[in-house]
């Protein structure tokens, strides 16, 4: 049913190659990303979550 419509618009062929370049375009980044990160601040965004706070406002 859908193929239909689709079928119907001009040029529909470039979305699903222009999807999967994003995807991997977004990835990449995000792999180089975490390797050129600094390690200590890494651990300490890891540690957040386990910290207790004394003032939950802060």
Do not use: C, W
């Not at 222009?18 to 390690?39: E, G, N, P, W």
Request: cysteine-free.
């Amino acid at each position: 049913m859908f193929r239909q419509y689709l079928d119907k618009i001009a040029g529909v062929g470039i979305y699903p190659m222009f999807s999967l370049i994003v995807f991997f375009l977004f990835f990449i980044t995000l792999i180089v990303y975490v390797t050129k990160a600094d390690k200590k601040e890494m651990d300490h965004h890891s540690q957040l979550p386990l910290q207790s706070n004394e003032d939950p406002n802060t």
